[in-house]
């Protein structure tokens, strides 16, 4: 942070050139504006200023002085155009200009994303107006209020005998089925259901490849003529699962990776690849663009996922404590019902610690997909129709299938080497 007051101040200047100079640009297109780079850089040094001298009076009488400027000017100012952001953005060039006296890092920050929100204008306007229908923009308000109002609230402590029940846990993954499906709904409108979707699903199945599955299940369900987009769309969320299964795995035991699990998770993410794959071609030659139909959140939807994910965990705790004389293998596998990569990281956790040797580490990974490649199909099966759910399992039979070959294979050659 810088220290002295000149510094600080110059900082200030910046920030009312930086915005000045939009609206000067602004200018020369045609629009009429009172203030132009001039005077908002003298207006954020009149802040500055201000609030240097440490008297409260004389800040808050220049502030006043300012918006009342901004008023007379709006008051004065073309009719034709009867916006209020030019005379909103110099009352705030004061206010920033103040602020970088105490804390400037911010103050600059500010001063240049309100000089991105002026400059792109016409693409937020597009954006809100084009991208977002109305009833999207209100599904994403339900989004953001069940991540940033609801969820701070609940406790994230167990409340349950088992310590499984967390409302916290419970209450994000609804957020993420509620972001999933919001996020796919924009994908399809932006870039069509060609492509839209796949892409989602790529992206989100490293946040949750089971909810995307279901969050796909049910657009699938409300939108069957793009129902081949939503299976390629599972389909490439898969991949993530691998990728991200991978990753994890080689952070917690590089080790395990390298004497031979890379083997069986590459040939399991190339599988899923090519099954994404070849459904996304088939959507790109049947389907055809459109906004899509329907809400762009079902939060019944979100709400049945959660309790079954939490049902799914339940069980695997009450079977892990029945059978845990037969060790982390059992149990990590049980776990993976719900979470796989947590499952699996656990497992290569436990082998950094030479506490399990790596075949059976291999086994309990592989395992930990398998397991979870159920609660896939079971997703898929109660959340879209069969058209869409009998060709997810078919895809996530065969790159289990191709995973295990690979293991197989593996085990063979390292048994003929020997």
Known sequence: MPDSIELRIGIALVIGLVIG?????????????????????ITSLLGAIAHALHEPLALAVLGAAVGIAAVVSYWLGDRTDPGLTSEIALV???????????????????????????????????AVREILSPAELRDALIVA???????????????????????????????????????????????????????????????SSSATIASMGGKAKDDPPHVTGAIAAAAASTIATFVQMALLVGAASPRLLEQGLWIPLAAGGVAALLYAGLFALRAARSEHGGPPPGRAVDLRGALIFALLVTGVSIGATLIGRQVGALGVVIASTVAAFADAHAAGASVASVHAAD??????????????????SVTKVVLAFSAGPRRFAAPVALGVALVL??????????????????
């Open 401 to 418: 299938a191709a995973t295990w070959a690979a293991y197989a294979l593996y085990v063979v050659s390292a048994e003929a080497a020997d």
């Open 21 to 41: 100079a939009e609206r000067e640009q602004r200018m020369s297109e045609g629009a009429h504006r009172a203030a132009g780079i001039r005077t908002f850089a």
């Open 355 to 372: 506490q399990l040797e790596t075949t059976s580490a291999m086994i309990a990974v592989l395992a930990c997909l398998s397991t979870n």
């Open 145 to 207: 209020a069940a991540a940033l109002v609801v969820l701070p609230m609940l406790p994230a402590q167990p409340v349950d005998p088992w310590g499984v029940l967390v409302p916290f846990t419970l209450w994000r993954l609804v957020v993420l089925i509620l972001a999933i499906h919001l996020a796919a709904h924009v994908a399809q409108r932006m870039l069509g259901a060609r492509w839209g979707l796949p892409i989602a699903g790529l992206a989100s199945g490293f946040v």
């Open 92 to 126: 705030l060039a004061f206010a920033l200009g103040a602020l970088a006296i105490d804390r400037p890092t911010t103050a600059l920050a500010a001063g240049i994303v309100t000089a991105l929100l002026l400059a792109y204008r016409a693409r937020i306007h597009e």
